[in-house]
């Protein structure tokens, strides 16, 4: 599974690319995509044919929360069957969308599963020009009532490196609402965002800039993959970064980032679901000896290395 979810960056992977069709002249020709009018211009200059097939499919659903007078209507990609078993719902990592599953999600559907792929609250393409308070806090309660209006069954939640930390908060909190978790290469040991919650808001944003760089996030790349080109990884990074692109991008940031993050060592215990870890042996990133310890310490586990 690693090696297919391109963009999340949590393990070293090879990585085989799909071929494209070329015309007679040599030019790559896409087949006629219409991407939903609230994404990022920048969508149109996508290569990687599997993100701009998944981002055709990103919706946006009203969500109501405590939170804001007004419903906040939210990122996601639906499943287009409904199965009788439970629905697999799948996270992203810190800062990113649900691109970020664009190679695993269509063999989940062609497997039967009714998939969602999901945005975290203050990241993906949800309309934040109203900006609600981004801390983890209003990040749980706006998934817990996208699953509560939308989903509406015990779900198998998969979570990636931090998106592992949001499953287990969100799971300590509802256990109702979650009947497996899946977790990958997962960053739940980092005591939230440390020191930089207590940076000057002008230093927090001239962190988030550098953040949302294209240098920054090719070296993530470079990182995380190996056996790309050049050209693929720097594609790679523009589907990453595609969010970044709007103007609340920043202050959602600055908010999570001031208000101290996910610290959910202390929640792993209270997990008492069946869990299946998944993690790479050659991570360059999250050492996988903290696979071990998280299997360790999860009463309900299995853990397989890659």
Known sequence: MVALTAS??????TITMPMTKKRSGGTVCFAELSFPSFLPKQVENIKDTFARKLATRIDRLPVPVSFSDNSIMSSC???????KTSPVVLLHGFDSSCLEWRYTYPLLEEAGLETWAVDILGWGFSDLERLPPCKVASKREHFYQLWKSHIKRPMILVGPSLGA??????????PEAVEKLVLIDASVYAEGTGNLATLP???????????????LRLYVNVLAF???????SLDWTNVGRLHCLYPWWEDATVDFMISGGYN???????VKQKTLIIWGEDDQIISNKLAVRLHCELPNAILRQI
């Open 264 to 270: 959910v060592s202390a929640q792993i215990q209270q």
């Open 165 to 174: 930390a949001v499953a287990i908060d969100f799971v300590a909190n509802h």
């Open 201 to 215: 808001r002008i230093a927090a944003y001239a962190g988030v800039y550098l953040l949302k760089s294209i240098p």
């Open 8 to 13: 999340f960056a949590p393990a070293t992977a």
């Open 77 to 83: 990609v639906r499943p287009l069957i409904q199965s």
């Open 226 to 232: 190996t056996g790309i080109s050049f050209g693929t």
